[in-house]
């Protein structure tokens, strides 16, 4: 279980409205160590670098330091020292396939064209007409190639302009980014989420990319209007996959799960449980982008089982600092469901800051507080108690709060029937239970519309995880399951006993059962 922190908006100390790393040593009982913690296993802590920000924080200038507004150097080893403290495991963002342009490696590139660091990015000549070298267009909206009029040559950017792209094909970047690595394992460090890997390697000729054609659903059809066959996801990435994974095997016991926004059956080349053969997790970014509704969730949880590499587990996760909350997308009156469905998965789970408490997306705003991209609305302070800053600053947030009243950490604790209350039994029920924590998956086929099951199964017990997703009362046989079963947890207040034959399941219930 891995608990993500956006650094600026957890908590902050000093009153500047910034969340800081003193904010997250303050607050971690909320995530292990007592009785009333949330339990998680690992808390992963988004860009902390040093930055200019014109995508707050992963546009790098300094790939070994922390950043003012957050701290030092000094308290992020106190933090790491105070995690591991409470078996807590610490985890930083990998940014390997850009750096800012305030970088004294771009900085230096850009200087001439003869100069010792140009191989480092990917320049290229204008075409004839003067134009960029290829219709290769940005993630962020644009084109992906940038003029540099002091050397006359266009560098490649496959997020903002001041994010330019650095050449994996040069042995030097590999070499420098596997020091950076190392940095930071040498100072405790116990992983690393790596940061839109899928751009690392380009087509070495620099080709057009075709139309887009159709999308394999749920992901969109690319907002470009282009098939990025050869900017990105190029077959070159297994060897830098490799070489990351071959750093984190050089010490013990540390993770690298891949961010990979692609489709299943593309994104398993990206992972390995033997050493050297890929990350030992890459996010399944589905569950994200999906409808709410039984046959989503089984399908999305079908693919997975069948495509991923048979010795590794999928990593799941609801919502993130770059996609809206899904207390949002789904509506607020299925989060409990939601937790419950999310936790009784098989595999790694990442819960995003917030999740615990229903915490939603800021209304839409005609113009960006912040972020060009629009990713304000999810990344609001998380929210501790009621007081006029949350309880996330005494000063002004950098973002606005969104209803703290209702949704603060203080008065859901002391409620037995709250969300947050629900997402620490229900944690506590994954850590305690062989099945939910090690078990194999298998989906229950053939089952009435709006509802959904699987059953956990380990060496020794079985769990029915079972959901009614729909908003109307409804019965299910599965007396072929077994003939009654134990409520572990649901959604609900059911307790005792309940007959698998023509069970009832009011609208939006989930049920844990050991059978």
Known sequence: ???????????????????????????????????????????????????????????????????????????????????????????????????????????????????????????????????????????????????????????????????????????????????????????????????????????????????????????????????????????????????????????????????????VERLARYVGAGAGEGFQRSFDFELCLIEWGAEPFRRTIDRAERLMPADVEPTWALSNHDLSRHATRFGERRTRLAALLLLALRGTICLYAGEEIGMVDAPASPTPLHDRFGRDRQRTPMQWDASPGGGFTQGEPWLPLVDPARRNVAAQSPDPTSLLNHYRRLLALRRSSSALRHGALRLVPELPRDLLAWVRTSDQERVLVLANMGDARATVDLSAIGSDAQVMAGTGSRQGSVPLANLQLDPLEGLLLRL
């Open 1 to 263: 279980m891995i608990y993500q922190v956006y650094p600026r908006s957890f908590a902050d100390t000093n009153a500047d409205g910034i969340g800081d790393l003193a904010g997250v040593m303050a607050h971690l009982d909320h995530l292990a160590g007592t009785a009333h913690s949330l339990g998680v296993d690992a808390v992963w802590l988004s860009p902390i670098y040093p930055s200019p920000l014109a995508d707050f924080g992963y546009d790098i200038s300094d790939f070994s330091d922390v950043a003012a507004e957050y701290g030092t150097l000094a308290d992020l080893d106190r933090l790491v020292e105070a995690c591991h403290a409470r078996g807590l495991r610490v985890m930083l963002d990998l940014v390997p396939c850009h750096t800012s342009i305030q970088h004294p490696w771009f900085i230096e590139s850009r200087s001439s064209r003869a100069g010792p660091r140009r191989d480092w990015y990917t320049w290229a000549d204008p075409k004839p007409d003067g134009g960029a070298p290829s219709n290769w267009r940005a993630a962020f909206g644009g084109a992906a190639w940038e003029l540099d009029p002091h050397t006359g040559q266009y560098y490649l950017h496959s997020f903002y302009p001041e994010q330019p792209d650095l050449n994996w094909r040069n042995p030097e970047v590999a070499a420098a980014i596997g020091d950076v690595m190392r940095f930071w394992f040498d100072r405790g460090i116990d992983g690393f989420r790596v940061d839109a890997i899928t751009h690392a390697i380009k087509d070495p000729m620099l080709r057009d990319n075709p139309p887009a054609g159709p999308p394999i659903p749920p992901f969109p059809r690319d907002r470009t209007g282009l098939d990025p066959v050869r900017s990105d996801d190029q077959p070159g990435m297994t060897d830098v996959v490799r070489f990351l994974r071959g750093v984190a095997d050089e010490y013990r016991e540390r993770l690298l799960v891949g961010e990979a926004y692609l489709p």
